[in-house]
């Protein structure tokens, strides 16, 4: 893992009546401390003037050169923000010989982490998405479209587990769910089935108006005859 070197050198002031001077005898020898990369606080970075574009091979090249691209490219995003208006981004890519490798960054408009998709010689294999302050907000494994799918987790800005689950290859839900409050008490369980909720194991009722808001009504045969506690 990558280190950072931070050096501290320290001097004594010597006063005089005339002058303030150093004084060579009082002078501390340096010291080390090494810090993790990962705890160092990540900024935006500024975008580049790197054109790439697709290859015959599907391969990246950069615009005017006929070699698959290694580096990396950063350039801006935009999505729409539900407003009528878009939010803005920056995206940090890594490419190794014209594919992705290592982990491609997603940055808010502030600076920020938003998300890290981590690819392997252009193979997809995970991602973590982030809140503004910092804290961990979703993680789960990437198959090789790009998706989301098998197990993963949503947490609270506090840390809280607020629900977890399986996806299925086309990124639904599938699967027992689990579905926590900002406590971390459990308010609802389900099983999917590709996207559909084939049974209601468990749901409070603030949460059953919840998952009205969110995903709608379910067939008959997934309602609970009468409410459980049964996690």
């Not at 010597?14 to 150093?22: K, R």
């Not at 010989?97 to 010689?121: C, L, Q, S, W």
């Amino acid at each position: 893992m990558m280190k950072t070197e931070i050096w501290k050198n320290s001097l004594i002031v010597c006063s005089t009546l005339a002058a303030v001077v150093l004084c060579g005898c009082g002078v501390e020898k340096s010291t080390t401390e090494k810090l993790d990369a990962d705890d160092l606080p990540l900024t935006a970075p500024a975008i580049d003037d790197i054109t790439l574009k697709e290859g015959p091979d599907g391969l990246m090249i950069e615009a005017g050169k006929d070699k698959p691209f290694s580096g990396v490219d950063i350039e801006p995003m935009e999505e729409p923000d539900g407003d009528g208006g878009t939010k803005d981004f920056i995206v940090e890519t890594p490419y190794s010989k014209g594919v992705i490798d290592g982990v491609k960054r997603t940055y808010f408009g502030g600076g920020a982490i938003r998300e890290n998709r981590t690819y392997k010689k252009g193979v997809p294999v995970e991602v973590e998405t982030y809140y503004s302050d910092g804290s961990k907000k979703f993680s789960g494994q990437l198959n090789s479209n790009d998706r989301v799918e098998g197990a993963t987790k949503r947490w609270s800005t506090d840390g809280i587990v607020l629900g977890e689950g399986s996806y299925d290859a086309d990124e639904k839900h599938h699967g027992v769910w689990k579905e926590y409050d900002e406590s971390g008490e459990l308010i609802g369980k389900y099983l999917w089935e590709h996207g559909k909720i084939k049974k209601i194991i468990l749901e409070t009722p603030e949460q059953k108006e919840r998952r009205m808001q969110h995903y709608g009504e379910v067939e008959p045969s997934a309602e609970m005859d009468t409410p459980s506690s049964d996690a």
